[in-house]
């Protein structure tokens, strides 16, 4: 089916971050067709819909444990492993598959609401997980924790990826809104040998591995002890030959950064989870400069804790200059590039994170009527855009679509009902208490 989207502004997320005035998107089976000024458009039979404000990608989270919706507030002072340790793998071990499917219904509720129409998500149960995406109508890159720990096979955990992926392929549902991964948690939580089976199971199936990197200065000084650096491991283990995404990456060094860029590998920069664990701060600057592939991601809402990720764009930004002592070290329209297109980049995806013909049709309306919008539309591009990341964020986020599919509707779910889905997150919550 043909539709078409008119908007008086309209962001592509190009590698400029074009401003396009009066512009229209063209969407038939779910993908982009056309997008650019109402003028220039083709002449199209097709069913209009007329937006106010303006019209953008669905923001792509990079790392995020969401159905942690469920521990949300607990241990929040703590610092990264003691948190870890003493407050939520304690509570884990109680989860139930329903109670992750109940959180994780919430969680994508919660990031459909904030324009997040991508998650990057590692966590159990990830058969659950699935299904709650495809209810929402949104769209997920998953895969179960492949982790060493009393009560946990390593190798079983493997070869369920393996099996999940022959029998269903990388991508499937409506939309192809699922894709499956290799989520290895850590050099500090695998052997050598569980990383290089990974990564030959990965490399086999054109599948991406998801894998926390120097997130904690303390967490893999045994690796980087024996290896020279978790990056340098992950290198000997055959781990970066493949699609990989690093997640947090603070600790690197410039050599480690070096690698990564020639490797090809993603990071996903998640700067309030950093923050608020006192992980660190991430060499964004460096990283971009190297043109090493960056999204942004929440992390889990336990340690975050939401899942705005337009809240992560900010800081993004803000904790790029204080580093660096330079106003100019990440401007408001890159950090969106960073959110959108970065985030598609980071997970090796071509089809998400920009309005470009071919791409699918994940898209956000943000409504232009509140206080941030109050020099209105009409002011120079620069200003409309800074009003958009730096006053509007979330606040203002209206209708979002998922390969064309209307999901969100004037700031309510289209597909799942809100009320349901506190009632089944709170009975689940209650246990893990």
């Known amino acids: ?26 969407v038939d089976d779910g993908r982009i067709t056309y997008c650019g000024p109402v003028t220039e458009a083709p002449v199209l039979r097709a069913a209009v819909t007329h937006l106010s404000g303006i019209l953008l990608p669905g923001l792509v989270n990079a790392h995020a444990h969401s159905p942690m919706t469920l521990l949300r507030g607990m241990g929040g002072d703590l610092p990264l492993l003691r948190w870890l340790n003493e407050i939520i793998w304690p509570a884990e071990a109680k989860l139930r598959a329903e109670d992750v499917r109940a959180g994780m219904v919430l969680g994508s509720l919660e990031m459909l609401s904030h324009g997040v129409t991508t998650s990057a998500e590692m966590y159990f149960h990830p058969d659950e997980m699935a299904e709650a995406v495809l209810s929402t109508g949104a769209r997920v890159v998953l895969g179960g924790p492949i982790i060493d720990l009393p009560g946990f096979d390593w190798r079983a955990m493997i070869a369920s990826t393996e099996r999940w992926i022959d029998a269903d392929g990388l991508r499937f549902g409506p939309g192809e809104r699922i894709e499956l991964s290799f989520a290895a948690h850590s050099a500090y939580m695998l052997p050598p040998e569980a990383l290089r089976r990974t990564a030959e199971a990965a490399a086999a199936r054109g599948a991406l591995v998801q894998i926390h990197v120097a997130e904690a200065a303390n967490e893999d000084e045994k690796q980087r002890a024996e290896f020279g650096s978790v990056p340098k491991l992950l290198d000997e283990v055959g781990l970066l030959d493949g699609r990989v995404l690093a997640a947090h990456a603070i600790h690197l060094s410039d050599e480690d950064i070096a690698l990564f860029a020639a490797r090809g590998v993603g990071v996903a920069h998640c700067p309030g989870s950093n923050g608020k664990l006192a992980s660190g701060i991430a060499r964004l600057a460096d990283l971009r400069a190297a043109s090493v592939p960056v999204g942004l991601g929440t992390d889990g809402p336990a340690s975050n804790d939401d899942l705005d990720l337009w809240q992560e764009i900010q800081l993004a930004a803000l904790l790029a200059r204080l580093s660096t002592k330079d106003s100019t070290a990440l401007g408001g329209a890159d950090a969106l590039l960073l959110a959108t297109r970065g985030g598609a980049e980071a997970l090796g995806r071509e089809d998400i994170g920009a309005l470009e013909p071919g791409r699918w049709a994940d898209m956000v309306h943000i409504e232009a009527d509140g206080f941030a919008f109050a020099a209105g539309l009409a002011a120079p591009d620069d200003q409309l855009l800074a009003n958009l990341v730096w006053a509007a964020g979330s606040r203002r986020v209206r209708d979002v679509w998922v390969a064309g599919d209307h999901v969100l509707s004037d700031g309510e779910p ?20």
């Open 414 to 433: 289209v597909r799942v009902d809100r009320e349901k889905a506190f009632a089944a997150a709170r009975e689940s919550a209650a246990r893990l208490r």
């Open 1 to 26: 089916m043909m539709q078409r989207f008119h908007a008086p502004i309209v962001l592509p997320c190009d590698p400029a971050c074009s401003v396009i005035r009066n512009g229209v998107v063209d």
